[in-house]
C-alpha cells in the first residue's frame, strides 16, 4: 500500500514536450471513487490499481504489475470504453511532471499531475501550466471513461 | 487468466469433516457479476481475485496474491461487511470438494464446490451432498456479504 498525494493542473500551449511518450490504455472495474479499480496497459507494461477515497490531495493506493495479456482480457471486463492517452515525463527543477495527452473520446485535453511528499510541499509551476484541477471531478480518469472532455470542453476552465 | 468451471451443492450433516480447515475473510471492490472484484485472506495468504459474468459454470478468473497487509487495508475500502468462513478440503475418490462452512451473519450455511475441467466432467457425489445451488444467485459469496443468508433461511431448499 502506498499513500498518494497528487495536484492536477491543465496544460497550456507544447513547450512542455520533450520526447516520446508512453502509450497508455486504462479501463475501470469500479469507477466507484470509495474503491476505484483500474486495468492499465503502459506501453509493454500492465498493472492492476486500486484507489480509496480522496482527503485533500491525498489517496490510498494499490499497485500490482500483472501480465500484460491478463490486461488486455481485463481490459474486456470494463465498465465503459477505454481511455487512451500519452503519457509524458517532464523534469522541472528537480521533480517529474507527469503529462497526459489524451486521445480518442477525450482527444485535446491535457492535464499535468505532480506527486507529492505532503500537502504543503512547496513546488515550481512551469510557464505552461494552466489552472489547478486537483478536485474538479470532471477530470477524474475514472469519470473521463463515462464523461469524456468531448461532451463538455465548451464549459472547461 | 485462467477458466472456472465449478458446481455447487448444499451440505447435509457434517459426515464431510475430516480435520482443521483455514480461516476465510472475504470481500468486495466490486459485486458487479460482470466485474467482481474480491480481496481475500486465506490464514497467513492474501489473493485480489477478479472474476468476469459467468456462461453456463463457466467463468473467467484472474487471480493474483498480494501482501496480508494490503488485503487487510483493502477489506476496509470494501463495499459492505466482510464474509467470513472455514474452508475445508475434502478428498472424494480422487477430486477434491472445498467446503465452506459460514460464520456471522452467515452462520448455518455450509456448501460444498467442485472445480471441474469441462462442463460435462463426470464426479462422484459424496452422501453429504444435498441440492445444488451454481444457477442459484443468493448464494453467490459476492451476494450473501449484501444479503447474508440469515435474512432468507427460511427460504432455502
Not at 480522496?54 to 481485463?74: H, K, M, N, V
Request: one cysteine or more; proline letters at 5%; a negative charge.
Amino acid at each position: 500500500m502506498g499513500i498518494e498525494i497528487e495536484r492536477k493542473f491543465l496544460v497550456q500551449g507544447t513547450d512542455w514536450k520533450n520526447e516520446a511518450g508512453v502509450r497508455y490504455c486504462q479501463g475501470y472495474l469500479n469507477r466507484d471513487k470509495a474503491r476505484t479499480v483500474r486495468v492499465r496497459v503502459a506501453g509493454e507494461h500492465a498493472f492492476l490499481t486500486i484507489k480509496g477515497i480522496s482527503t485533500g490531495a491525498t489517496r490510498a493506493e494499490f499497485e500490482y504489475p500483472i501480465p500484460l495479456a491478463d490486461a488486455q482480457a481485463l481490459l474486456a471486463l470494463c465498465d465503459g470504453p477505454c481511455i487512451e492517452k500519452t503519457r509524458y515525463r517532464v523534469p522541472v527543477d528537480g521533480m517529474v511532471w507527469e503529462v497526459d495527452a489524451f486521445a480518442g473520446d477525450n482527444a485535446g485535453l491535457v492535464v499535468a499531475e505532480i506527486e507529492l511528499q505532503s500537502e504543503d510541499q512547496v513546488f515550481s509551476r512551469p510557464h505552461w501550466l494552466g489552472p489547478e484541477v486537483t478536485h474538479d471531478a470532471r477530470y477524474f480518469n475514472s469519470n473521463l471513461a463515462a464523461h469524456p472532455f468531448s461532451q463538455w470542453r465548451d464549459a472547461a476552465p
